[in-house]
């Protein structure tokens, strides 16, 4: 598994996510390593450890949300953000979200938030099509924090900054 995650990168300012980013998404079925201290975004079979997937670029903040795996790119390398079918690794969408700086990306039963050039900015995990929610900067070690409220019977849920 070690060998699959390659050396530890030297990454560390504020366009490249800080080494203090998660590093490690997981479901009952995978892990997931990303993030600025990757050579490549890995994922791991939970139960054998053994490698099911890989992606070369690595400087991902990832959401597991639903069905999909969300590798939300940083500001410096000038790539896209993907979501990903969590199993096979294939890319599901391409996803132009213009995130940049330190803000770390937060998630809703719904939709991802994280800064981008005019503030904050949602995510809708439906249509994949981002929206300017507000202008204000989140903080980057935090990120975009929201009041949520979530239907019992399903997944309809309403979120506020």
Excluded at 103 to 109: E, G, I, L, Y
Excluded at 116 to 135: C, K, M
Aim: hydrophobic share 35%.
């Amino acid at each position: 598994m070690f060998e699959s995650l390659g050396e530890y990168q030297h990454r560390q300012d504020w366009r490249s996510n800080w080494r203090t980013t998660a590093l490690l998404r997981c479901s009952d079925q995978a892990l997931y390593f990303a993030g600025p201290a990757m050579q490549r975004l890995v994922a791991v079979a939970a139960e054998s450890g053994k490698p099911l997937w890989s992606h070369p670029y690595s400087n991902y903040q990832l959401i597991l949300e639903g069905d999909a795996l969300y590798g939300i790119s940083g500001q410096i390398d000038n790539e896209v953000s993907r979501k990903f079918d969590p199993l096979t690794g294939k890319v599901l969408a391409e996803l132009k979200t213009n995130r940049r700086a330190c803000t770390r990306p937060t998630a809703s039963c719904d939709a991802i938030f994280f800064r981008a050039d005019e503030g904050s900015v949602r995510l809708d995990l439906q249509s994949d099509e981002s929206q300017l929610v507000s202008p204000m900067r989140p903080n980057c070690h935090d990120g975009v924090t929201m009041r949520m409220a979530c239907s019992t019977g399903g997944h309809r849920c309403a979120t506020a900054i």
